[in-house]
Structure formats: structure tokens, C-alpha cells
């Protein structure tokens, strides 16, 4: 294949911004915000498990208390009855007055001993209430630094697109101006060659693999005409002569 020297230079052109495309892609995946944010999503999403687990037993021990209040108030009434029964006279057989009193007396057992289960289920229900708050708070302060890392890494992500975007309409007028078949060669290169289909020759070192070129080499670079597009004996990468390359 044969191309003007020019037209070869203007290749390394499009392979620098090349480069420079790979490297703004890279930065934007490599980002520190990203596995900032990452970290922090799994937080939150253990925290907000954390915080409905809480808040679940803070349901139940509700629940419970209300049916343990419920009981109380029950034996409560029924006491009040037998009492107000007693006190009326209205039972004047000792066998039931003495029946009468051993269940008030039973009924006030039961009723301290429903006493202390409320309190026990209040001071579990208080606990699991302060374990909400806290988890709350804790989500929300954790929420508040996915949102700023968040919005730190959208603004990276905006200012490398837009610098990409730019790099890319020069590559477009710079490989515009480049023949069409030597272009072409270049791009199946660039893919088979990890991103590099062309290399300078300088100081006869072929810049893509960085390998020296031997005597016999050198001399068939001198020999060939500045039209030929050369490649490089060892990477097979286009070879570019510059004034720089040591002829």
C-alpha cells in the first residue's frame, strides 16, 4: 500500500487522539466516585434492612402491647364487678362471699401479673422505637452521601463527555483527511493491536512495541520509497517515518 508521507503523519494525528479517546474512557470507568458509590448503596440497602426489621418489631410490640392493656383492662372490669357485688350486699351466703373474695384476690394477682407484663412489652416497644429513630437517621445521613457522590461523579462524567466529544469531531476531520484504504487499515490494526494501528519510528525504535529495529530492517526502511506504508517486522503495526526516526 502507498500514501503520502503527509498523509502517514496525519495518521499518528488520528492515532494520538485515539488515545486520547481511550484515555478519557478509561478515566470515566475508573472514577473514584464510582466505587464510592457502591460502597455506600451497599450500606444503605443493609441499613434499610436493619431499619424494617426494626421497624417491624416496633409493629409487633405495639400490637402486643395493645392486647396486653386489653387484658389488664379486662381483668380490671371483671374485679370492679365482684367488688361492686361485694360491697352491695347483695350476697349474703358466706360460702359464696368467701368464693367472692378468694377471686377478687386471684383477679388482683392476675391483674399485677398482666401489670408487669405491659411494662415489659412497653420497655421493648421503647427500645425498638430509639433503634428506629437511630436506623432513620443513619439512612438518611448515609442517603445524603450517595446524593453527593452521586452528583460529584454525574459532574465527572459530564466535563470527560464533553472534553470526548470534542476530541472525537477532531479525530473526525483529522481521519477525514486521511486516505481511505490507509485509514481502514489503521482502524483493523488499532482493534487487533489493543487500541495502537500506528506507531512512529523514531530514533529507529518502532514506538508501538518499543523494539529496536535490527540493521537489515533499517536498511529496507531506507531502501523503501516515502510512499510505502511500512510495518513493523515485530508488532505489524504501520511503521511512521518522521525526521525523527534515525535514517
Same mark, same amino acid.
Given at each position: 500500500?502507498?500514501?503520502?508521507?503527509?498523509?502517514q503523519i496525519?495518521?499518528?494525528?488520528v492515532q494520538? !487522539?485515539? %488515545?486520547?479517546?481511550?484515555q478519557?474512557?478509561h478515566?470515566r470507568?475508573?472514577?473514584?466516585?464510582?466505587a464510592?458509590?457502591?460502597?455506600? @448503596?451497599?450500606?444503605l440497602?443493609?441499613?434499610?434492612?436493619l431499619l424494617?426489621?426494626s @421497624?417491624?418489631e416496633?409493629?409487633?410490640t405495639a400490637?402486643e402491647?395493645?392486647?396486653a392493656?386489653q387484658d389488664?383492662?379486662?381483668?380490671r %372490669?371483671?374485679?370492679?364487678r365482684d367488688?361492686?357485688?361485694?360491697?352491695s350486699?347483695?350476697?349474703?351466703?358466706?360460702?359464696d362471699?368467701?368464693?367472692?373474695q378468694r377471686?377478687? @384476690?386471684s !383477679?388482683a394477682k392476675?391483674?399485677?401479673?398482666l401489670e408487669? $407484663?405491659?411494662?415489659e412489652?412497653m420497655?421493648?416497644?421503647?427500645s425498638?422505637?430509639e433503634?428506629?429513630?437511630?436506623?432513620?437517621d443513619?439512612?438518611a445521613a448515609?442517603q445524603?452521601?450517595?446524593d453527593?457522590?452521586?452528583?460529584?461523579?454525574?459532574?465527572a462524567?459530564?466535563e470527560?463527555?464533553t472534553?470526548?466529544?470534542s476530541? @472525537?469531531k477532531e479525530r473526525e476531520?483529522?481521519?477525514?483527511? $486521511?486516505?481511505a484504504?490507509?485509514l481502514? !487499515?489503521?482502524?483493523?490494526l488499532?482493534?487487533? %493491536?489493543?487500541?495502537?494501528?500506528?506507531?512512529?519510528?523514531?530514533?529507529?525504535?518502532?514506538?508501538?512495541?518499543?523494539?529496536?529495529?535490527?540493521?537489515?530492517?533499517?536498511?529496507?526502511v531506507k531502501?523503501?520509497?516515502?510512499?510505502t506504508?511500512?510495518?513493523?517486522?515485530?508488532?505489524?503495526?504501520?511503521?511512521v517515518?518522521t525526521a525523527?526516526?534515525?535514517?
Amino acid at each position: 500500500m502507498n500514501a503520502a508521507p503527509a498523509d502517514q503523519i496525519r495518521l499518528l494525528d488520528v492515532q494520538a !487522539l485515539d %488515545q486520547r479517546l481511550s484515555q478519557l474512557a478509561h478515566r470515566r470507568k475508573s472514577l473514584p466516585e464510582h466505587a464510592e458509590i457502591e460502597s455506600l @448503596t451497599a450500606d444503605l440497602a443493609q441499613l434499610r434492612d436493619l431499619l424494617v426489621a426494626s @421497624t417491624t418489631e416496633e409493629s409487633d410490640t405495639a400490637r402486643e402491647q395493645t392486647k396486653a392493656e386489653q387484658d389488664v383492662d379486662q381483668v380490671r %372490669q371483671r374485679a370492679a364487678r365482684d367488688q361492686q357485688r361485694l360491697d352491695s350486699g347483695a350476697v349474703t351466703s358466706p360460702k359464696d362471699l368467701e368464693s367472692l373474695q378468694r377471686e377478687i @384476690t386471684s !383477679l388482683a394477682k392476675r391483674q399485677g401479673d398482666l401489670e408487669d $407484663v405491659v411494662l415489659e412489652v412497653m420497655e421493648r416497644r421503647e427500645s425498638a422505637q430509639e433503634r428506629v429513630a437511630e436506623l432513620t437517621d443513619r439512612v438518611a445521613a448515609v442517603q445524603a452521601k450517595v446524593d453527593d457522590a452521586t452528583a460529584r461523579r454525574d459532574a465527572a462524567t459530564q466535563e470527560l463527555d464533553t472534553e470526548a466529544a470534542s476530541v @472525537t469531531k477532531e479525530r473526525e476531520v483529522v481521519a477525514g483527511s $486521511v486516505p481511505a484504504d490507509l485509514l481502514k !487499515l489503521y482502524d483493523k490494526l488499532r482493534v487487533q %493491536q489493543g487500541g495502537v494501528g500506528a506507531a512512529r519510528l523514531y530514533q529507529r525504535r518502532c514506538e508501538g512495541c518499543r523494539l529496536e529495529l535490527n540493521i537489515t530492517e533499517i536498511n529496507d526502511v531506507k531502501a523503501a520509497s516515502p510512499d510505502t506504508v511500512l510495518r513493523c517486522e515485530n508488532c505489524r503495526r504501520i511503521l511512521v517515518r518522521t525526521a525523527d526516526s534515525g535514517l
